[in-house]
């Protein structure tokens, strides 16, 4: 499966962003998906997930409230709404995609199971 993620840009500190991850191929609409950054000096870390019916959801304490996952798959897409955007959310955001809910919000094992998109950088000035 390949990912591609887009929406990434230049926003100001509580400002709003919409990223779109976009899959090749049909098998996406049975995976789970997830949402991972890296911010400057950074290990990649978990920010969202979400599995395949959209019925389960997961977040990175620091995001919960104000990011949402979300998902159509009809369009093969998973989407990270970002609100009140902080400085500290300056990052290249990945998308993920695994056959399995487990590990799912775990770099290690997204690694191993799953499948990565390109990241897309968000940059949030303050």
């Known amino acids: 499966v390949q990912l591609q993620a887009s929406g990434g840009g230049l926003v100001q500190a509580g400002g709003s962003l919409r990223l779109s991850c976009s899959a090749s191929?049909?098998?996406?609409?049975?995976?789970?998906a997830g949402w991972f950054r890296q911010g400057p000096g950074k290990e990649r870390e978990f920010v969202a997930a979400?599995?395949?019916?959209?019925?389960?959801?997961d977040y990175q304490e620091s995001v919960r409230g104000r990011f949402l996952i979300s998902r159509d798959n009809a369009k093969l897409t998973v989407y990270l709404q970002m609100n009140n955007l902080k400085p500290e959310d300056t990052a290249v955001y990945y998308c993920?995609?695994?056959?399995?809910?487990?590990?799912?919000?775990?770099?290690?094992?997204?690694?191993?199971?799953?499948?990565w998109g390109q990241g897309t950088l968000v940059t949030v000035s303050s």
């Open positions: 993920a995609a695994a056959p399995s809910w487990a590990g799912i919000t775990t770099v290690q094992a997204m690694s191993a199971n799953g499948y």
């Open positions: 979400i599995n395949w019916s959209g019925g389960n959801t």
């Open positions: 191929e049909r098998t996406f609409s049975s995976y789970a």
